[in-house]
């Protein structure tokens, strides 16, 4: 019994020996499942975002030039004065007192600029008739030219009084924001450095300070040597604004300066624009962001985030190959821009890229085409 079972096993071995022949192999796996997008290089304009501050474009102090009680504050603490508005009254009697007497003595050394002149002609008249002396006529001629200098001198004297007298009426030298008044009214002021009565900017333009910093900027030129940034002619930037609560301002500026060097403070390139504010919504000492438009990437290849995977050699990206299998790449990206990575090298156009399942892709997979992303279309 025990040879007849053993005969009877051997029997079954060799008829499933012979059923799993040579020529059977195990089932190839099925084609993986993958949606895809051609490369098209192009031209893609780009944004850069900086965090910034308003500034006002011109701050003017308003300070005491003469000396005297504070006798009247005409403004609104924080309102918007225009150029020629009054902001202070100075006590004018005392200067008007001054610039009377002033005048009073200028018309009198003009009488005697006309007395000695007449002297002189008529000394003149009768030194032709031999009836004075040379040395009268002389005398005449030096009396006139003192009586001369002494105008001028009163002159000078009669401006400044009056110049004094106009100080008394202090008025705002441009459109701007007023700030409160340093010192109260009937107070007594004086020239100098404790005499600052207010403060007025100007918002209309505005300015924005904001900087980049050296890496930035060393990455940038680093683009645009090798040709994968441009920026416009003449660091000529549009300049949007995007207030704190999103919105964006609807004027654009321009960049007005920017620092030849870098702050050894700050380690960055300061850079200011100018922004129309006519209906003066920004006033200074905002946070905002800038956005610097203008520049561009040419022939630039982009690809959506998704596609991009990391390996322990770096990035890289599934390419569709011949016959359908899928071709790891390795890929050098560039910047973010929005959802997509720029590829600085390792692409070219007309490849495609796996995009959609591409989490199931291995080198040399099989792939099935499901659909077609279609070609990445650079951004208007």
Same mark, same amino acid.
């Given at each position: %019994?025990?040879?007849?079972?053993?005969?009877?096993?051997?029997?079954?071995?060799?008829?499933?020996?012979?059923?799993?022949?040579?020529?059977?192999?195990?089932?190839?796996?099925?084609?993986v499942e993958v949606t895809v997008?051609?490369?098209?290089?192009?031209?893609?304009?780009?944004?850069?975002?900086?965090?910034?501050?308003?500034?006002?474009?011109?701050?003017?102090? &308003?300070?005491?030039?003469?000396?005297?009680?504070?006798?009247?504050?005409?403004?609104?603490?924080?309102?918007?004065?225009?150029?020629?508005d009054p902001l202070f009254r100075?006590?004018?009697?005392?200067?008007?007192?001054?610039?009377?007497?002033?005048?009073?003595?200028?018309?009198?050394?003009?009488?005697?600029?006309?007395?000695?002149?007449?002297?002189?002609?008529?000394?003149?008249?009768?030194?032709?008739?031999?009836?004075?002396?040379?040395?009268?006529?002389?005398?005449?001629?030096?009396?006139?030219?003192?009586?001369?200098?002494?105008?001028? %001198?009163?002159?000078?004297?009669?401006?400044?009084?009056?110049?004094?007298?106009?100080?008394?009426?202090?008025?705002?030298?441009?459109?701007?924001?007023?700030?409160?008044?340093?010192?109260?009214?009937?107070?007594?002021?004086?020239?100098?450095?404790?005499?600052?009565?207010?403060?007025?900017?100007?918002?209309?333009?505005?300015?924005?300070?904001?900087?980049?910093?050296?890496?930035?900027?060393?990455?940038?030129?680093?683009?645009?040597?090798?040709?994968?940034?441009?920026?416009?002619?003449?660091?000529?930037?549009?300049?949007? %604004?995007?207030?704190?609560?999103?919105?964006?301002?609807?004027?654009?500026?321009?960049?007005?300066?920017?620092?030849?060097?870098?702050?050894?403070?700050?380690?960055?390139?300061? &850079?200011?624009?100018?922004?129309?504010?006519?209906?003066? &919504?920004?006033?200074?000492?905002?946070?905002?962001?800038?956005?610097?438009?203008?520049?561009?990437?040419?022939?630039?290849?982009?690809?959506?985030?998704?596609?991009?995977?990391?390996?322990?050699?770096?990035?890289?990206?599934?390419?569709?190959?011949?016959?359908?299998?899928?071709?790891?790449?390795?890929?050098?990206?560039?910047?973010?821009?929005?959802?997509?990575?720029?590829?600085?090298?390792?692409?070219?156009?007309?490849?495609?890229?796996?995009?959609?399942?591409?989490?199931?892709?291995?080198?040399?997979?099989?792939?099935?085409?499901?659909?077609?992303?279609?070609?990445?279309?650079?951004?208007?």
């Amino acid at each position: %019994m025990r040879d007849a079972w053993i005969s009877k096993a051997g029997l079954l071995a060799a008829a499933l020996l012979a059923a799993c022949g040579p020529g059977q192999q195990a089932a190839a796996p099925a084609p993986v499942e993958v949606t895809v997008q051609a490369v098209s290089p192009g031209d893609v304009p780009v944004a850069f975002l900086y965090a910034a501050q308003t500034e006002s474009s011109r701050l003017v102090e &308003i300070r005491a030039q003469v000396e005297g009680y504070l006798e009247k504050k005409f403004f609104s603490e924080g309102g918007i004065v225009r150029e020629g508005d009054p902001l202070f009254r100075i006590d004018p009697r005392p200067l008007q007192a001054v610039a009377d007497g002033a005048a009073a003595a200028l018309a009198e050394k003009e009488n005697g600029l006309a007395k000695t002149r007449r002297t002189r002609e008529r000394l003149q008249a009768l030194l032709a008739e031999n009836a004075v002396s040379q040395k009268d006529v002389e005398d005449a001629v030096a009396a006139e030219q003192a009586a001369a200098a002494a105008l001028a %001198m009163s002159r000078a004297e009669h401006t400044k009084a009056t110049m004094n007298l106009s100080y008394a009426y202090i008025k705002s030298p441009l459109k701007g924001l007023v700030s409160r008044a340093n010192i109260a009214e009937g107070s007594y002021v004086t020239p100098g450095a404790a005499s600052l009565l207010t403060t007025v900017a100007q918002v209309d333009p505005i300015w924005v300070n904001f900087s980049t910093s050296e890496n930035e900027w060393l990455r940038f030129n680093d683009d645009i040597l090798g040709g994968r940034l441009r920026f416009p002619e003449n660091f000529d930037f549009d300049v949007e %604004m995007v207030l704190g609560d999103g919105r964006t301002l609807s004027t654009r500026g321009k960049i007005n300066f920017a620092a030849p060097s870098v702050d050894a403070r700050t380690g960055a390139y300061a &850079i200011r624009a100018s922004f129309p504010n006519p209906d003066l &919504i920004v006033r200074p000492g905002q946070f905002v962001r800038v956005r610097l438009l203008g520049a561009w990437r040419p022939g630039a290849i982009l690809v959506p985030q998704r596609a991009v995977m990391q390996g322990e050699a770096g990035k890289f990206v599934y390419v569709v190959g011949a016959g359908d299998r899928a071709e790891r790449r390795p890929v050098e990206v560039g910047d973010w821009h929005e959802d997509q990575w720029f590829i600085n090298a390792g692409l070219k156009g007309g490849e495609r890229i796996v995009v959609g399942g591409v989490v199931k892709v291995q080198p040399g997979s099989a792939l099935r085409v499901a659909g077609d992303a279609g070609a990445a279309e650079p951004p208007k």
